[in-house]
């Protein structure tokens, strides 16, 4: 695999992740048109609305990501570090509480510019092409000049750290806690409430009894398994950088991470024990259909909890594995020292 100098690769993983976001949110304008927007398109008040808060989706999300992953490149060795990088620089921080920091100047801005713009349409709704465009490339537009700021300030950060011995968590419960499990169970829960609400959400009479058991089933059981577990994987290079930065705790009798095998087999009776819990308890309680407020409740607080015990499980998998790594290297470190 080649090294890239920093500032190219910093260009390049800037671009790649900028398309990457550019087709998330192509996608989900599908999705926002086909459930708002009337038999003559979506409304301009309706179009400036999410033009306004794509830039907060993706100042938070695509921001958070770019800051783990660039260290966990580093790490690979796929680039060299700056030149300057030896400079000093404030501790690396929680990407989460960078990325919300972040999230709030860049959306206000963003809706200040998106408001002048708006006021250039001229026809009172607008197309599904142009949705998907605009929607696309603000959280492209947002996404690069992110990684070229806060990616790029927070690695330096992270570099000039590096082998200082950090600054870990007093405990392993207050770091897979503060650090990594409440953030996580934030966002998943928020996702899975505005997904619900967006999917769901027919007429402005939310009192409506409107989601059945069938669609319930079929919702929780992908939702658990595409979204909550398969976000709580990004847990992974979080932990990596955490653990080379020196910001971990000290921490003894982990699990161990199974064979890729065997969490496959997890998932699968993950996503095979939500589809009989929620056919059992629908059947049983006779509460069904649901109202649009009931699901989104539901919705909320069941991907929290599956987002919580997921991102436990793979903090822990982790650290054991990074603790492993440690041991393994630390007699080879001692004889060629020797």
Excluded at 135 to 156: H, K, P, Q, S
Excluded at 227 to 234: F, P, S
Excluded at 299 to 316: F, H, Q, Y
Aim: proline letters at 5%; a positive charge; aromatic letters at 12%.
């Amino acid at each position: 695999m080649p090294q890239f100098r920093y500032r190219t690769f910093l260009f390049i993983y800037a671009l790649s992740n900028s398309i990457v976001w550019f087709f998330l949110l192509f996608g989900l304008s599908h999705l926002v048109y086909e459930h708002f927007s009337a038999a003559d398109g979506l409304s301009h008040a309706g179009a400036w609305a999410f033009f306004t808060l794509t830039p907060l989706v993706s100042s938070v999300l695509a921001s958070q990501g770019a800051i783990v992953n660039l260290r966990a490149q580093y790490l690979i060795r796929r680039f060299t570090a700056p030149s300057h990088a030896r400079e000093p620089h404030a501790p690396p921080e929680n990407p989460w509480l960078v990325s919300l920091r972040t999230a709030v100047p860049v959306a206000l801005l963003a809706a200040l510019l998106t408001s002048v713009a708006m006021r250039f349409v001229r026809s009172e709704t607008v197309g599904l092409e142009f949705t998907a465009r605009t929607m696309g490339g603000i959280g492209a537009a947002i996404t690069f000049l992110l990684v070229l700021t806060v990616a790029d300030r927070e690695f330096r950060r992270f570099q000039f750290h590096l082998g200082h011995g950090g600054h870990p968590v007093s405990s392993l419960r207050r770091y897979i806690g503060q650090h990594l499990i409440l953030p996580w169970a934030f966002v998943n829960g928020a996702l899975n409430g505005v997904f619900a609400w967006m999917v769901y959400h027919q007429s402005s009479d939310h009192a409506a009894a409107m989601v059945s058991l069938a669609e319930l089933r079929y919702d929780l059981t992908i939702t658990t398994v595409l979204i909550c577990v398969c976000t709580a994987l990004a847990v992974f290079p979080e932990v990596d950088t955490d653990f080379a930065a020196g910001m971990t705790p000290p921490a003894s009798a982990l699990p161990a991470m199974p064979p890729l095998w065997r969490r496959y087999v997890l998932l699968a009776l993950l996503g095979a024990t939500v589809w009989l819990v929620v056919t059992g308890l629908g059947r049983s309680l006779g509460v069904f259909p649901l109202s649009l407020s009931a699901t989104i409740a539901l919705k909320v607080v069941w991907g929290a909890g599956v987002a919580i015990l997921a991102t436990a499980l793979c903090a822990r998998w982790r650290l054991a594995r990074c603790h492993a790594r440690l041991e393994a290297v630390a007699p080879i470190r001692y004889r060629v020292s020797a």
